[in-house]
């Protein structure tokens, strides 16, 4: 067999695969050993990602809707109708009512093609991704404080960590071999917290576990902050060399009391005490944090409120020390990098800078507008007005990843026009005009960017099913159908992955010093530029990249989330993800051993409330939000607070986010995805999924 390394198409982690390839398939997937994240390790996912890529039940050919049913169509025909649309949407409406949603599953060289096909092509700034509902708070909260929204470390350098805190994150489930990096720096002598309403595996083995209330992650923080500077820990030598607002701080903190915290967490006082001493004391902190932070109406104020913490006991600018959002796909940190995102192009230049925006119209001659332009569920809100006429999702499924699954319904229902590019008809792409299919990670040459800012070599190792083609390539036929023909700059008919990403990397002073040969056999981490040509492992060593060059420290104070349990719903309802399945399930469930481990939408719910609710293990159940209604079976679990019921989001059969509420950051657009209300009641019968009840309506 050949073996191709590549790297693995699910979580940010990246992990190196080795894909052992015969008769023009991926027959078996094992680890690349020596691999700079993954060293010869991977996760049940990785394992399994072969079966996710199989030709059968994949996309073959381009699909056109006649009616309510799709017929096999060629290129050519796609492309005009495709081309046709937009250009009737453009003449009609203008640039506003038109945009792309790109994928952060596809490479840095397909979500370059993305943003530039939406601001080259179609003259719109109106580009976004599903970042926006995961880490933009990220984005958003650690620019401002830091001046970089990025992990602040590379994860190898945890093993240098004395304590190690996670933070809202599951991390043995969902970044699994980095969870087990962690497990091992704890055998190695290094303190582990863990700050989660849920008793995740690795708070099991904690040396301490902060089950906070949903949503106080402010009250706790800002009381670890009143204990630091009331007990005089802070670490006044990098505050006075590298930061700002440290007075503004500490007078905001200063009524927040453990006293204070403990009734809004649920935390006892002396625990707060005892965990703020314990962080402001340690040498090297490692600080790592997820969806428990950011998916919130108030995440950036999340974010910004863990900042302050690190930068308060300086624990940020060397090894083993930092604040490392764990991004959560395999190429998200890479998809922001590339500017799939409405303020900014490649490289994190502004669109509202005009001589940016000049450089861009330059370079790729067309004329810029002025940006930012839409975010994803702006451009869903503005469609189920009646004022968004176009979209493009490529490789994105908000019908079962989106809050609020009725909304995002009447949303794409209402576009005139959507064309969804995939790997396999998604339950979004089903609501599709014309549907486009695409080569998997497997079946293309470019880059993944892990959540370390390592930018990975991703290798072709079969040929894409059918007529299925990269989506770069696919973006470039429709550019040149759409009148934006020329080669070089000009234009978007590269022939090779490697010919995006020197254009990618000429634009983009960031990656200035990156090359195509150097990203093997390592990768290279960003920034990597004249100053770093090497790149650069950890962050904020010499200062930070704020206009002053100093952290800004901002005060956040305590807001409870939107919808909270009432006589009507009762119960405080989170999501969460589950180790085997990934995402909207499209890929993980189409591997037989994925699906045997977790075959079906759960609801986990403590015993004590379960019985007092007169339900039964395994019982069938109903829950009901003020948004929606599923039905599916109860598990009782130790593992949840009383008072709190969870479930994962990837089966469409019982989605989640039909319950789920769409209120939102006013920074990022962030919707409040950990917390919303239901009631759940037993069913006298089995459960029936969401295409059942639609089918019975
Ligand atoms: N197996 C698998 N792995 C994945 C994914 C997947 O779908 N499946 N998805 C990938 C993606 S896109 C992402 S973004 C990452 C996400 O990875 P994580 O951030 O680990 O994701 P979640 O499981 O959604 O939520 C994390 C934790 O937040 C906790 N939480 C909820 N509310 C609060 C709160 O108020 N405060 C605190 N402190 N914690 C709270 C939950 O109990 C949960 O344990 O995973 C990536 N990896
Ligand atoms: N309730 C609830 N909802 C959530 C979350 C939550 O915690 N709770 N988490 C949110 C988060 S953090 C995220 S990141 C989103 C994820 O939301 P999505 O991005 O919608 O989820 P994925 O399953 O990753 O879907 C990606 C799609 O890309 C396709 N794909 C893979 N590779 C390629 C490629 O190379 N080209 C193309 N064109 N397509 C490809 C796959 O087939 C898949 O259907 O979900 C969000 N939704
Ligand atoms: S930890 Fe993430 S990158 Fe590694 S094998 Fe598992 S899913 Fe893939
Ligand atoms: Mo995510």
Redesign the pocket.
């Known amino acids: 067999m050949d073996a191709i390394d590549s790297v693995c198409p699910?979580?940010?982690v990246g992990c190196g695969l080795r894909l052992q390839v015969a008769e023009g398939r991926v027959q078996q997937i094992l680890p690349v050993p020596g691999h700079p994240v993954s060293d010869g390790r991977l996760c049940a996912?990785g394992w399994n990602a072969a079966f996710a890529i199989e030709p059968e039940g994949r996309l073959q050919t381009p699909l056109i809707r006649e009616g309510k049913r799709f017929r096999e169509a060629g290129w050519d025909e796609a492309l005009a109708l495709v081309a046709e649309n937009f250009r009737a949407a453009l003449s009609l409406h203008g640039p506003q009512q038109v945009g792309v949603i790109s994928c952060a599953r596809a490479t840095n060289e397909d979500n370059y093609a993305a943003q530039k096909f939406a601001r080259a092509v179609l003259g719109t700034h109106n580009i976004d991704h599903?970042a926006r509902i995961?880490?933009s708070p990220s984005v958003a909260g650690l620019s401002q404080t830091l001046g970089s929204g990025a992990m602040s470390n590379s994860m190898a350098d945890i093993e240098q960590a004395d304590l190690i805190v996670v933070?809202?994150?599951?991390?043995s489930?969902?970044?699994a071999v980095f969870g087990g990096r962690i497990l091992r720096a704890k055998e190695r002598g290094a303190r582990l917290i863990v700050?989660?309403?849920?008793v995740?595996r690795l708070a099991h083995v904690a040396d301490s576990h902060l089950q906070?209330k949903?949503?106080?992650?402010i009250a706790l923080v800002n009381a670890l902050l009143q204990v630091i500077f009331s007990e005089g820990l802070q670490n006044s030598d990098f505050l006075a060399q590298h930061v700002d607002n440290v007075e503004l701080l500490q007078r905001h903190v200063a009524a927040c009391t453990p006293e204070w915290a403990e009734p809004l967490s649920g935390i006892p006082a002396e625990v707060m005490r005892q965990f703020a001493r314990e962080y402001a004391g340690s040498t090297h902190a490692f600080l790592c944090y997820?969806?428990?932070?950011t998916q919130?109406a108030h995440g950036t104020n999340n974010v910004i409120a863990l900042a302050d913490l690190a930068l308060v006991c300086g624990h940020l600018g060397h090894a083993g020390a930092g604040i490392n959002p764990?991004r959560?796909?395999n190429n998200?940190q890479g998809a922001c990098d590339m500017g799939c995102l409405p303020n900014v192009y490649p490289g994190y230049q502004r669109t509202d800078d005009m001589q940016v925006c000049e450089k861009f119209a330059a370079a790729w001659q067309r004329s810029q507008p002025p940006g930012p332009g839409m975010t994803s569920l702006a451009m869903m809100n503005a469609a189920r007005r009646g004022e968004f006429a176009a979209l493009m999702i490529m490789g994105e499924d908000p019908v079962v990843t989106d809050p609020d699954q009725h909304q995002v319904h009447r949303a794409l229902q209402a576009l005139d026009f959507l064309v969804v590019i995939e790997l396999t008809l998604t339950e979004t792409a089903k609501l599709a005009d014309v549907v486009l299919p695409a080569a998997s990670f497997a079946e293309k040459d470019g880059t993944f960017s892990n959540c370390e800012r390592r930018m990975q070599r991703v290798r072709k190792a079969i040929a894409a099913p059918g007529l299925a083609l990269e989506d770069w390539r696919i973006l470039g036929l429709l550019a040149a159908r759409m009148g934006y023909q020329g080669r070089g700059y000009k234009g978007m008919a590269w022939q090779q992955a490697d010919e995006i990403f020197d254009e990618m990397v000429a634009l983009s002073p960031l990656f200035s010093a990156m090359s195509w040969t150097r990203l093997s056999p390592q990768g290279l981490q960003w920034p990597c530029d004249a100053t770093h040509p090497d790149g650069l492992a950890v962050l904020h060593t010499q200062g930070f990249a704020t206009r002053n060059g100093r952290a800004q420290l901002l005060p956040v104070s305590h807001v409870g989330p939107a919808e909270c349990p009432d006589a009507e719903y009762p119960l405080a309802f989170?999501?969460?993800?589950?180790?085997?399945?990934?995402?909207c399930g499209s890929m993980t469930r189409r591997a037989p051993l994925l699906e045997r481990e977790t075959p079906d939408g759960l609801l986990f719910m403590n015993p004590d409330d379960a019985i007092r609710a007169g339900l039964q293990d395994h019982a069938p159940v109903a829950v009901q939000s003020r948004r929606g209604y599923v039905e599916t079976r109860v598990i009782f679990c130790d593992d949840m607070p009383k008072g709190l019921v969870?479930m994962p989001y990837?089966f469409r059969e019982v989605p989640s986010n039909r319950l789920t509420n769409d209120v939102q950051d006013p920074v990022t657009r962030m919707p409040e995805l950990?917390?919303c209300a239901v009631k759940v009641s037993a069913l006298a019968h089995a459960p029936r999924s969401v295409q059942q009840l639609d089918a019975e309506k």
């Not at 949903?214 to 992650?217: A, F, I, K, M, V």
């Not at 997820?290 to 932070?293: E, N, S, V």
């Not at 989170?574 to 995402?583: A, D, K, N, Q």
């Open positions: 699910f979580c940010g996912k599903c995961c880490h933070w809202g994150a599951d991390v489930e969902n970044h700050v989660d309403p849920r995740t906070l949903l949503g106080s992650n997820g969806m428990g932070i919130f764990l959560g796909q998200v989170t999501t969460h993800r589950l180790h085997y399945h990934y995402g969870t990837h950990k917390a």
